[in-house]
Each structure stands twice: as structure tokens, then as C-alpha cells.
């Protein structure tokens, strides 16, 4: 997040798409209800009716895929319409007149035509979060243009054209200003807890930590000489569904997976088991024997996090301390212990007499200290300055305070904020006569991603036992489902069968599933094929399925 999560309760305007807030982080969805009582006024682009509806200003329901058009077609009224904050732009920003020439032709009208949403409610969104309008009530800034903030999440980013989408958010809020101030930004609501601090230290293919990228021959180099060698390589690394394509391929023969679950997680499942079948070998470390972990050639117990200490950085990118509770049961031991010990083995498999203890870190505040070492935005991080709230990075030295939020005053770390010219790229798996509607999955309150965790608590069980799907009565009507009854739901890769539930909370056209249930896999039915270009991500949120009653005679 550019901002902190306490300044959502100031903003003026808060806008949200692709997120279901009080479900997947009700915290945050608490900060959001407190502004809306104070009189900001609030925006929902989401294709279903999500509970943070209930307190919406306004509510775009798109069909999934369609919301490039409201957002290309909001900065179109707001340039059209004078709300872009020219002083801003002039002083901070670059690349705006191709920007403005790309947004020329998609007007309300245009996005109205494809969206199927009329064109005064996209006008009406413009307005509000350009000039930071409330329903009521003052702003607390007394700023001429109130203070808009953007929150988005899965639902813009797991798609085929996700980077375009969260380049559209970053160039609304570059045209208005909405950026480097209190209770403005653009907020990402990170899925997993810790996934910040994974990205953060380098658990992506592309970066060292700190986002240093392995391109960049001098801060690759510099990491290398802190970790006593000459360089480290330089080339990109695969993501989690291009490594199962190599998998698949036979180009990669081992993997080790560690807190993740890809026979649940990953897309076309299918093609998922193949591949994990083919690897010579599979290593999983969890807490528990998860689906992935049935096909491992070697489990690991890990410890939970009552049961280790160290730090998670949150999505407001705040690094807070961990402390165990409990010891950690049985043989199982934290994640460091488990890779320094197996790093120690290939050492000494391949005579690095030079390293000898090299993994042997005495405590997890000495890791700390490494990586405020080769981390510049973790510079001035420590565990003795933790207790308590810990601190938001960037935080470069022991003495810097942290940061609350980032690009203050226009200032980006790049210099001038970039707008990016975008085009209309619609989901690759579009609906046919075979495959009519589209399939958008997520999460529900009472579970959490695979349920490796919330599916054993008995009382999460309780409240939610087993999968569903979310259908429209037009679409329920079509092939005589009932209320309660079973359901098959059919795409081009896969099958599965749960429970239909029919209401209004999605459009004619969509179903959606969560993707807790094993029984009931969502992925078996997701593509892997077409990933966005830039981030690889795959497209969870837009599929063509149809639906069938299972139990319809067939003549």
C-alpha cells in the first residue's frame, strides 16, 4: 500500500474494485465502513454484490473483463471534463499527452455500449473520485479537492491483462493528484499474510531484495559482495505457473514447495498433477500434509507461527515482531532452521569448506541484521526496534522513523510519475454457444485460500462445511437447478460438481465459485494458458463454463 491503513477512516472518496473487502480483509473493511459513517462517499466496481455494497455510494457491476472500460472511460471524463489537477501533472508526471490521446475515443458512451453500465454512473465515479467528493460532512484536510483513496486486490490482478488494469488505477491517480497525501494512493490488499515480506526479500523471479533487480549488474553485484561472492546470476526465473509448464515439460525435474498449495491454488489443476507427477522430485514443507504434500516424494513439518519468532511485514508495509507462544510440536522446526540446515548439506556435498557454518545464523534478529545488510529499504530495521508497532519501510537508516506513506508531495522514487497509455484486452477464454457464462472465484468470510488451516478449526467447519456456487435465477432457470440442489459446472478443462446457490448477488451471465473446497475444485475449471505478459499471472477471475443439472434425465 502507498498509504496506511488508519488514514482510510479520513478519506473523502474511496473507491474498490476487484476486491471483496469485508470478506477477504475484514480488518481493513472496518476502516472502510468508519469513513462511509463519516460521511465519504464510497465506489464498488465489482460484478457481484459483495457485502461492501451495502455501504456503496455507487456500485459498477460489470461483467468480469469489462472493467478496463470504466476505468479508461472515468479518465476520460475527468480530462474532458477539467477535474485532472494540470499543476500536478506538469510538476510530477510524464507522458500524460499520450495518455490523453489514449483515452480520446473511450467515452462514457463507448464503455456504456460494451459495459452494459449506464453512462452518468461512470460520469458520477469520475466526479467523485477526481474531485474527492463526500455524501456529507466536511473533509478534515480543508484541501480545495478532497482526499481519494483506491484499494484493489485479486480480482483486477489475477487476469490476463492485470498489469494494464493496475496501471489504469496508478494513471487516475497521477491525473488527479490523488497521490502522496494523507488517505490518497493506490492500495493494494496483499492476499497472504507475510506476502509482503516474502516480495519484499526477494521471493520473486525478477528481484533481489529490497526489489533490486537481478538485471541490474551493479545492485546485483553489490548484494553478492555483502554475501561474500563475486556475483549472483542474472537471469529472470520462472513463475509458479511457468514452472509447472516446465515441470510439464520436463525442463524442470525438482521443486520445493514451502507454504503453498498449488493441487488447490494453481489454475487447470489438471495439468497441475500431471506435471507434479513427472518431477523427479518434490519436496513440500508445511504444518500440514496438505493436497500437494500427498504427491511429495519428501514432506517437511514446519513450525506454525505461534511456534517461531521473526517478523511478518503486513500490506501496509509495516515489519512487525513475532513471538512463539508455543514450542513447535514433534520433529517440526521453523522455515530458517529447515534451509539452513539443508543448505549445510549441500555445502558440505559440494566441498564449500568456505561457507562452513555460513547457514548456522544464531537467531532470527541476526537474519534481520543480514538483510538490513543487502536491503536498502529495510536499511534501518532491526528486531530492537520493533516491539511495539514495528516500522514501515522504506526505513534506511537505525535513526529514520519509517514511512507512512510513500511519493509524498509528488515525489516519486523514479523521479516523475509515469502515466501508461492502455488498451482494451479482454479475457482470453471468452464465452461461445458451448460455453456461455463466465466464472469469476474468490474467497468466502469463514475460509482462508486452500484451507489447509481454516478447514480443520471445527467451528469455521461448522459455519461453512462445504463448497457452493453462485447463480443467477435466469441462468439457474435455463437447465432447472434449484436452491440448495446440485450443480455441474463445466469449462474446456475440467468438471466440478457442489451446491447451487441462486440470488441476485451476481449479474445474469456470471457464477461464481470459491476455491476453498477440495471437493469441489475451482481450478480443475480455470486456464493456464494465456498469462499477462508483464507479471505472468494467470486468469483466474474470467472463464467460460456453462452449467448442467446433474440430475437431469438425459433422453
Request: hydrophobic share 40%.
Amino acid at each position: 500500500m502507498t498509504n496506511s491503513i488508519r488514514e482510510i477512516r479520513d478519506a473523502d472518496c474511496i473507491l474498490i474494485t476487484g476486491s471483496n473487502t469485508a470478506e477477504s480483509h475484514p480488518v481493513i473493511s472496518y476502516e472502510v465502513v468508519r469513513a462511509v459513517k463519516k460521511g465519504a462517499s464510497l465506489i464498488v466496481i465489482d460484478p457481484r454484490r459483495v457485502p461492501m455494497t451495502d455501504h456503496a455510494t455507487l456500485h459498477l457491476q460489470p461483467k468480469p473483463g469489462d472493467d478496463i472500460y470504466i476505468f479508461l472511460a472515468m479518465a476520460h471524463v475527468i480530462i474532458r471534463e477539467g477535474w485532472a489537477n494540470l499543476d500536478f501533472i506538469e510538476q510530477h508526471t510524464e507522458e500524460f499527452e499520450a495518455f490523453r490521446e489514449s483515452v480520446a475515443e473511450i467515452t462514457p458512451e463507448v464503455a456504456a455500449l460494451a459495459t452494459g453500465i449506464p453512462a452518468e454512473d461512470i460520469e458520477k465515479a469520475a466526479r467523485l473520485y477526481a474531485l474527492g467528493e463526500r455524501n456529507s460532512g466536511e473533509s478534515i484536510y480543508g484541501d480545495a479537492r478532497g482526499h481519494s483513496t483506491i484499494m484493489y486486490a485479486m480480482g483486477i490482478t489475477q487476469r490476463s491483462n492485470g498489469t494494464d488494469l493496475v496501471h489504469m488505477l496508478a494513471n487516475l491517480s497521477l491525473l488527479t493528484g490523488q497521490i502522496g497525501k494523507l488517505s490518497t494512493g493506490v492500495n493494494p490488499l496483499r492476499g497472504q499474510s507475510n506476502v509482503q515480506g516474502a516480495c519484499d526479500l526477494g521471493g520473486l523471479p525478477d528481484v533481489l531484495p529490497g526489489y533490486q533487480k537481478v538485471t541490474d549488474a551493479p545492485k546485483r553485484q553489490a548484494v553478492a559482495a555483502a554475501w561474500g561472492l563475486a556475483d549472483l546470476p542474472g537471469e529472470i526465473g520462472l513463475t509458479v505457473v511457468e514452472m509447472m509448464h516446465a515441470a510439464g515439460e520436463g525442463n524442470v525435474r525438482a521443486l520445493y514447495v514451502m507454504g503453498e498449495n498449488p493441487m488447490l491454488s494453481d489454475p487447470n489443476l489438471t495439468h497441475v498433477e500431471e506435471s507434479l507427477r513427472k518431477l523427479d522430485l518434490l519436496i513440500v514443507q508445511d504444518i500440514f500434509l496438505n493436497e500437494t504434500a500427498q504427491l511429495a516424494h519428501v514432506v517437511l513439518p514446519a513450525a506454525a507461527s505461534l511456534e517461531k519468532d521473526g517478523t511478518f511485514t503486513n500490506t501496509e508495509r509495516r515489519v512487525q515482531l513475532l513471538r512463539p507462544i508455543v514450542p513447535p510440536p514433534g520433529e517440526s522446526r521453523p522455515d530458517w532452521q529447515i534451509i539452513g540446515l539443508i543448505a549445510q548439506k549441500l555445502d558440505e556435498r559440494l566441498g564449500r569448506s568456505r561457507v562452513a557454518g555460513y547457514w548456522q545464523y544464531p537467531t532470527t534478529a541476526a537474519i534481520m541484521d543480514e538483510a538490513a545488510r543487502v536491503t536498502p529499504i529495510y536499511g534501518g530495521i532491526s528486531h530492537a526496534r520493533l516491539p511495539g508497532e514495528g516500522l514501515c519501510w522504506p526505513c534506511s537508516t537505525p535513526e529514520h522513523p519509517g514511512t507512512k506513506f510513500l511519493h509524498r508531495d509528488g515525489n516519486f522514487s523514479r523521479g516523475r510519475g509515469r502515466f501508461f497509455p492502455v488498451g482494451v484486452i479482454l479475457p482470453a477464454d471468452q464465452p461461445d454457444d458451448d460455453f456461455p457464462l463466465i466464472l469469476t472465484t474468490g474467497r468466502v468470510l469463514y475460509h482462508y485460500h486452500t484451507g489447509t488451516m481454516t478447514r480443520r478449526s471445527e467451528g469455521l467447519d461448522w459455519r461453512e462445511p462445504r463448497g457452493y456456487a453462485e447463480i443467477n435465477p435466469a441462468d439457474a432457470e435455463a437447465v432447472g437447478l434449484k436452491d440448495g440442489g446440485q450443480v455441474r459446472i463445466v469449462s474446456r478443462r475440467g468438471q466440478v460438481r457442489t451446491q447451487a446457490r441462486i440470488g441476485d448477488k451476481v449479474p445474469p451471465g456470471v457464477v461464481f465459485l470459491s476455491f476453498h473446497w477440495k471437493e469441489a475444485p475451482a481450478n480443475i475449471l480455470t486456464q493456464d494458458h494465456t498469462l499477462d505478459p508483464i507479471a505472468k499471472i494467470p486468469e483466474y477471475k474470467a472463464n467460460a463454463v456453462r452449467l448442467e443439472n446433474p440430475l437431469a434425465r438425459k433422453e
